[in-house]
């Protein structure tokens, strides 16, 4: 009864909460398997963003209390926002679910599981813990040693957030923001970078808010930062990346990094969410669109290759056609050139549900389709630009068409698939670019 399987849902926070659970299982004897039809356990790493995610995660367990009726030694359990987010509730909704673990307990997972197994006394069925628990951000460092993780590898460098968009449940399922040293997370750094690793995406859920209000600033620097300075002097590590970022904490300071550090990437995903000012109110976003877009041109300005996406909200209780019209064009004036593009959905517990003057679903839908067609045109004239050029590719492993291809990511993180052998990967290519779609870039190495 040691064979476990993880299925994880939405963001890269998530996976990398994900792994950190599977090391700790493996530390306790488990055994973390990739097909789920011989696992002994089955944990979902849940999604409350949107309510798609929660409805596939429902649905998915709903398919594992069939195969418990089935097999009563089988144990199943939701972990993570969703998890956090509807509680007790799964219970009545999952009455032979077996686990519910929130945010903060990912590291007692190993323990709970023991106690359901029976594999030490009392044996115990159905446990819940949704706590809050101090330091809890201390326990999501460790990394699976697997050739996944060779090349690139996400860093989690806080929990929570102090934000109040009024559409997002974030803040109610992660909690506040709690923060790591950065001593320690540039000790994880240095040891992924001793094992193979040549990129990190920091992770948080405002992650350039790291620090604020309790680390201090040095020479005018933000806590996020000296961070990057730090990681930027570990010699073996390629690249360093960030996600997700709020438009608030772009501050002049960070923006210079992207000039002066020559391990960040160019590329800034920076959420605008919507173009109108009346809406960005009512989201509870703090900034302008005039602020907005004056920072994605000083992005432009500190590098010449920088790269910019979004996160876009469409159909927000309130958007009219003049709203939807000032966020296509902000979309156009800051030249996005990859974009994650959402329909507004309601999320339980959030005070955008209190908002009335709902949108249509069939002008939601139009208006995403819209906005993706306008996105697909700013993806593919940015990737053309490409043609002819040659940049610096991670080689980040085998691609999934193609024979004898390989995948990797220019530091703007553009996709680039080129023929090659396997062993290349983790290696810094010189690539020429050939052709290109909206999404990806198809090189040659002529090395």
């Known amino acids: 009864m040691n064979r476990v399987f993880i299925k994880t ?30 696992a002994d356990v089955v944990l979902l790493n849940t999604c409350s963003v949107r309510d798609q995610a929660e409805q596939k995660a429902i649905g998915k367990a709903g398919h594992l209390a ?27 909704i999952l009455p032979d ?78 909690g506040k923001e709690r923060y790591r040293s950065i001593a320690s997370i540039t000790k994880e750094v240095q040891e992924l970078v001793d094992r193979g690793v040549r990129e990190v995406t920091l992770l948080g859920q405002i992650v350039n808010a790291y620090g604020r209000g309790s680390l201090p600033r040095i020479d005018n620097k933000s806590p996020f930062v000296q961070l990057l300075e730090k990681l930027n002097e570990i010699e073996g590590l390629y690249r360093i990346r960030f996600t997700s970022p709020h438009p608030t904490s772009f501050g002049d300071d960070l923006i210079e990094c992207f000039a002066r550090l020559s391990k960040l990437c160019e590329h800034a995903h920076l959420p605008m969410q919507s173009g109108s000012d009346r809406i960005l109110k009512l989201m509870n976003r703090p900034y302008t669109r005039k602020k907005f877009l004056a920072i994605t041109k000083k992005l432009r300005n500190a590098h010449s290759k920088m790269r910019i996406s979004t996160d876009v909200i469409l159909g927000f209780p309130g958007e009219s056609d003049e709203d939807y019209a000032l966020t296509k064009s902000a979309f156009i004036e800051a030249t996005f050139e990859m974009a994650y593009i959402f329909k507004y959905s309601e999320r339980s ?23 993706l067609t306008q996105l697909e045109k700013q993806s593919y004239v940015s990737n053309s630009s490409s043609v002819g050029k040659r940049y610096e590719v991670l080689v980040e492993g085998k691609a999934k068409r193609g024979k004898d291809m390989l995948i990797g990511r220019t530091r703007c993180n553009r996709r680039v698939v080129f023929e090659g052998n396997q062993v290349l990967a983790g290696e810094l290519l010189d690539i020429e670019i050939k052709d290109v779609s909206a999404t990806t870039l198809i090189g040659e190495n002529n090395q």
């Open 9 to 38: 849902y939405g963001c890269q926070m998530n996976e990398r909460d994900s792994e950190a659970v599977a090391f700790k299982l493996k530390a306790r004897g488990y055994e973390i398997v990739s097909d789920e039809a011989i």
């Open 66 to 92: 069939h195969r418990k009726k089935k097999n009563q030694k089988f144990i199943f359990g939701v972990m993570g926002c969703m998890a956090q987010n509807r509680g007790e509730e799964l219970f009545d």
């Open 97 to 174: 679910l077996d686990l519910v673990v929130g945010t903060q307990k990912f590291h007692r997972i190993p323990e709970y599981l023991d106690k359901i197994t029976g594999s030490t006394e009392p044996k115990t069925t159905n446990i819940i813990d949704l706590e809050d628990e101090e330091f809890s951000q201390e326990e999501i460092r460790d990394h699976l040693n697997t050739s996944q993780n060779k090349v690139t590898a996400f860093v989690s460098i806080m929990q929570g957030c102090n934000m109040n968009c009024t559409f997002c449940i974030v803040p109610k399922t992660r």
């Open 349 to 371: 517990g959030t005070p955008a549900v209190e908002l009335s003057d709902s949108v249509p679903k069939d002008v939601k839908e139009m208006r995403n389709q819209d906005l």
